[in-house]
């Protein structure tokens, strides 16, 4: 299974916790905000990581769907 990780740059404030939470799978762009590293995932660990990155968002910025 393949899951695909988005962030809304529009709803990003920058918090950095899903970084800090999962850093295999977002970083800190130049413009302040989290980026994915990878757009699809098909790790179970890296998706269990980006889930609780996503759960963790204070603004709800992160998508984590089947692809």
């Known amino acids: 299974m ?3 990780v988005t962030v809304d740059q529009d709803t990003c404030i920058g918090d950095a916790i899903c970084a800090s939470l999962c850093p295999d799978v977002f970083e ?3 413009d302040g905000k989290a980026h994915p590293i990878v ?3 098909e790790d179970e ?3 269990n990581c ?3 990155a996503m ?3 204070p603004v709800s910025a992160i998508t984590v ?3």
């Open 50 to 52: 980006a889930t609780e």
């Open 28 to 30: 800190m762009g130049d």
């Open 39 to 41: 757009e699809v995932i």
């Open 65 to 67: 769907e089947e692809a």
């Open 45 to 47: 660990n890296l998706y």
């Open 55 to 57: 759960e963790a968002c």
């Open 2 to 4: 393949a899951w695909k």
